[in-house]
């Protein structure tokens, strides 16, 4: 009889566990606390074992705000089952439903799995606990399977977190916890409001996610019925402050386009989504793998999208795959923003962010073959699309970025550091090769492809500054061969293209630049190659105090003769086309030198701009 650990009692009962628990007799279990009178003791597991039990409901209902969960083990020769029809917010836990009180040094190594489940209200499900709400979870383990069952569908939002569900407030910390174990997610979910959120730690993070870790065992998810997913290593969606976390978790996602019922992926090493608080100190080590066809994708080592907040010092070395489905009519996203770190970064530097980094490698094989030309790729070795309020700086890559081409698109912007930036980018560093692989005739003179060794292209600012950066890296198409057939290539060894106000100053480029080549006769496109900006259109500019040591080619058969610089193919040292918005708004080139030789077929060139005009 426990019916007494929540009868009132000032202060709550101690309970001490003094031997194994054998659980082996129990056939339906009454979860120890609910919410109208929840657990407000201390329990003290001892580190004894929860042993044969077969359970569909947690351990512990609730546990008080007040209330210590500590030292107990659910060994591996138990298991957890949860289903039936979820009409009311509810949360499952194996240790804990719902905790607003401690859960320490708690760990389970039985398998958790969600099936034949018909929700119409949000649920978690947590290897510890479904829902923390202000409370902490501390030095807890998860060691088992986590399976949720295609026979799981919901019209409302669905949390999973090998450590915990969700956590909720600003005073919930989960901290120095770790997930072994591998998660398998193919949950539906109808409601196009609602979303699918999974993390290794935590599907949905709030307050503090501190010092914790995940293991090398795969979290997979698989669905065609779901409008939003967000998939994380550490937190699936978050608006906590997460540091010094370690994924080592490989991921890997493949989601079913069915009209719309798949719109939005948001996947990350450690976040998929981080809408506020800040990501600090946190490695990924875990590959990424996304065989999705849906609408959007941002995916990023370090976290797909990062809103709003605060970053310092991220790492990630693991390798990024968007391999799209080669089997399916529709072989790919359509929009996709891709980085080393972050898919989309709208938050900030800290003043301390001085070690941000990334080295593995990123590769893009399929992407949608869109009728109306609309498909576009943000691709960067830091950061796919950035759109900060503030300058970046002091960033580095080191992986190399290869994507395949399409015959339709908009545009592919690929960047050492960013593939497409609305700010300015300072003493930051590439070195990774920038590569696009195959070849195909391009005769769609809307289609841009946007090369650069820190950014492929500047899409808004008021007068965006990139200085004092390095590239290292070879830029632009992967062959020499005259036959290969791209043409609307825009490469620079600093910036690939930009229609907005800018300044380069203070940059190097020693990294080889091959914009095009195409025996194929097409007159009539426009491409560019610089050592340090391949195309500058119509608008104010200055470049500065700038070094390249590299050749530059730009190969291409264009015979178009009438001078119209936008149809027309250009090679510079420094600049491969510079056009002014006006007499007196200008494009200016000064104290800039290049000692590298030029390859160019049918093109202006010239050791320091290929065509000038305002210049």
Not at 74 to 93: K, L, N, Q
Not at 200 to 216: H, K
Not at 416 to 435: F, R
Not at 482 to 500: H, Q, R, S, V
Request: aromatic share 6%; hydrophobic share 35%.
């Amino acid at each position: 009889d426990i019916s007494y650990w929540t009868t009132e009692n000032e202060g709550g009962v101690l309970v001490n566990v003094l031997s194994d628990i054998n659980m082996s007799e129990v056939e339906t279990w009454t979860p120890i606390g609910t919410a109208a009178r929840p657990f407000d003791g201390v329990f003290r597991g001892n580190g004894w074992l929860v042993k044969a039990w077969k359970g569909d409901a947690s351990l512990f209902g609730h546990v008080g705000a007040g209330a210590t969960v500590q030292d107990i083990i659910v060994d591996e020769d138990c298991s957890m089952t949860f289903s039936g029809s979820v009409t009311s917010e509810s949360w499952f836990g194996v240790i804990a439903g719902v905790s607003y009180g401690v859960i320490e040094n708690c760990e389970n190594r039985a398998a958790v799995a969600v099936e034949n489940l018909d929700a119409s209200a949000e649920t978690g499900f947590g290897g510890i606990v479904g829902l923390c709400d202000n409370g902490t979870v501390r030095n807890c383990k998860n060691k088992a399977s986590f399976t949720v069952a295609e026979s799981v569908v919901s019209n409302a939002s669905l949390n999973t977190g090998g450590i915990a569900g969700k956590s909720h407030g600003e005073s919930s910390s989960i901290v120095s916890c770790s997930n072994d174990g591998s998660m398998n997610v193919y949950a539906r979910i109808s409601e196009v409001s609602s979303a699918l959120r999974i993390g290794g730690i935590a599907g949905e993070a709030a307050g503090v996610v501190s010092g914790c870790s995940t293991g090398e065992k795969m979290l997979i998810v698989s669905t065609d019925a779901s409008r939003t997913v967000y998939c994380g290593g550490v937190a699936g969606y978050s608006t906590a402050a997460v540091s010094d976390c370690v994924n080592a978790q490989p991921v890997s996602t493949t989601l079913y386009r069915s009209g719309d019922a798949v719109y939005n992926e948001y996947t990350g090493g450690v976040v998929g989504y981080q809408a506020s608080g800040s990501i600090k100190s946190c490695t990924n080590r875990g590959s990424m793998i996304s065989s999705s066809n849906q609408q959007y994708l941002y995916m990023g080592g370090i976290a797909g999208d990062f809103a709003e907040g605060e970053a310092e010092n991220n790492v990630n070395v693991a390798k990024l795959d968007l391999q799209g489905d080669a089997t399916s009519a529709v072989k790919g996203v359509r929009y996709a923003s891709v980085g080393g770190l972050y898919g989309r970064f709208g938050a900030v530097q800290s003043d301390s962010d001085k070690n941000s980094s990334n080295s593995g490698p990123i590769t893009v094989l399929n992407v949608e073959t869109a009728a109306d030309n609309s498909t576009t790729l943000n691709l960067g070795g830091v950061a796919g699309y950035i759109d900060s309020e503030s300058p970046l700086s002091s960033l580095t890559n080191t992986g190399a970025v290869t994507a395949d081409l399409v015959a339709n698109f908009t545009a592919f912007a690929i960047g050492g550091i960013a593939g497409s930036t609305e700010c300015g980018i300072s003493d930051s560093k590439n070195s990774g090769t920038l590569m696009i692989n195959n070849g195909i005739l391009l005769k769609n003179t809307s289609s841009r492809i946007c090369f650069g060794g820190i950014a492929g292209r500047n899409v808004a600012g008021d007068l965006n500054t990139y200085s004092g950066c390095v590239n290292d890296g070879e830029v632009g198409i992967s062959t020499k061969s005259n036959d290969f057939n791209i043409l609307p290539a825009f490469t620079g060894g600093i910036l690939g293209y930009t229609e907005m106000p800018v300044a380069v100053k203070g940059c190097e480029n020693n990294g080889y630049v091959n914009s095009s080549g195409a025996n194929n006769k097409y007159d009539g496109l426009f491409s560019a190659a610089g050592g340090i900006v391949g195309a500058i259109v119509e608008t104010v500019a200055e470049v500065a105090d700038c070094i390249v040591s590299v050749d530059i080619r730009n190969y291409a058969y264009n015979r178009n003769i009438d001078m119209d610089p936008f149809k027309m193919c250009h090679c510079g040292g420094i600049v491969g086309c510079a056009v002014g918005e006006s007499q007196s708004n200008i494009v200016k080139i000064s104290n800039c030198s290049n000692s590298g030789a030029l390859e160019n077929k049918r093109s202006t060139a010239a050791g320091i701009v290929g065509f000038a005009k305002y210049a």
